[in-house]
């Protein structure tokens, strides 16, 4: 069973019923879920997943009011049912640089914590330069039980209320990096002998073109190690994921691998065709990248580098 799972079923047979027994006057406005770092919060531990950063548990997310009221309390009360009631699997050894999510925070402290926001975006540049990964760690998981329907709330202005303009510099920005790497360095780099870069150029194409793939999905881009999972579960080209994988692991003949460079970036291109974001424009995706670059109405961003964003 997945980790989202056994912590839900925690939750629904332990932890609601402690909650709204020790807790009734918060309980009708406190959250309670999984979310943030950890392959548990994506869905996709497994058995190797759990020799290190993996216990069974859940968060608590409160208003910043009711976590100075009843935050300690909270606390502890989570800590003696983790002790009388065990989750299964309760905690495996932890690593110097993993730590889990569970007991009690803010939810203000959770979206500052990933997106280094108090919650959602408040301005365009928020939105801009916040890592994807970090979006898409900020919407993962779970949330099991949401009171007063903050928590949720903001978790779907983010999912979906991102401004066109941004989402085309975005879109662009990989565009044009995808471009840059993949359809014209790799090739170059191979004829100064440079096969280091060569590979190097691989990679940010692999990067930027999956990332290209989340947007048109209209979704967030994970942390490199889930990338190929996740992208696999896209409507969308997911089925690219097979092609990007191959650029990294497969040892043919650097021919091979070009012709799978224009091979995703045809696929790509059809793709924003087919979503009318761009006219015919050849088989080149820069081309592509300034025509969304041109759509952007707010001028501060459609006067950004096309690469950035």
């Known amino acids: 069973m997945r980790?989202?799972?056994?912590?839900?079923?925690?939750?629904?047979?332990?932890?609601?019923?402690?909650?709204?027994?020790?807790?009734?006057?918060?309980?009708?406005?406190?959250a309670a879920g999984?979310?943030?770092h950890g392959s548990e919060c994506f869905g996709f531990d497994d058995a190797v997943s759990r020799d290190h950063d993996y216990q069974v548990g859940f968060t608590i997310y409160l208003s910043r009011d009711d976590e100075m009221k009843y935050g300690f309390a909270l606390s502890r009360a989570y800590l003696k049912l983790l002790e009388n009631v065990p989750p299964p699997d309760f905690k495996s050894r932890e690593s110097a640089l993993g730590e889990t999510e569970y007991g009690v925070t803010t939810i203000e402290n959770f979206f500052l914590r990933h997106l280094g926001t108090p919650g959602v975006p408040r301005n365009w540049r928020e939105w801009l330069y916040t890592p994807d990964y970090a979006f898409a760690e900020a919407l993962n998981g779970e949330i099991f039980y949401?009171?007063?329907?903050?928590?949720?709330?903001?978790?779907?202005?983010?999912?979906?209320?991102m401004p066109r303009d941004v989402w085309l510099k975005k879109l662009a920005a990989k565009l044009a990096a995808a471009a840059q790497s993949g359809q014209y360095n790799y090739a170059r780099c191979l004829k100064h002998g440079e096969a280091g870069a060569a590979a190097l150029a691989l990679t940010d194409f692999v990067?930027?073109?999956?990332?290209?793939?989340?947007?048109l999905n209209h979704k967030f881009g994970c942390y490199y190690k889930w990338l190929f999972r996740a992208m696999r579960l896209l409507p969308i080209l997911g089925e690219l994921?097979?092609?990007?994988?191959?650029?990294l692991t497969d040892y043919t003949d650097s021919a091979a691998k070009r012709d799978v460079v224009e091979l995703v970036s045809g696929k790509i291109i059809a793709e924003i065709e087919r979503q009318n974001l761009a006219s015919p424009s050849g088989d080149y995706l820069e081309n592509y990248a300034f025509a969304l670059q041109r759509q952007i109405v707010n001028r501060?961003?459609?006067?950004?580098h096309v690469m950035e964003g």
């Open 241 to 247: 994921a097979d092609s990007l994988e191959f650029l």
């Open 207 to 215: 990067r930027a073109s999956a990332d290209a793939v989340f947007l």
């Open 146 to 161: 949401d009171g007063s329907g903050e928590m949720s709330e903001i978790r779907r202005a983010i999912a979906d209320d």
């Open 300 to 304: 501060e961003i459609a006067a950004l």
């Open 3 to 30: 980790g989202i799972d056994l912590a839900r079923e925690y939750f629904e047979h332990a932890g609601a019923q402690m909650l709204q027994r020790d807790f009734p006057d918060v309980w009708s406005r406190l």
């Open 34 to 36: 999984m979310a943030g």
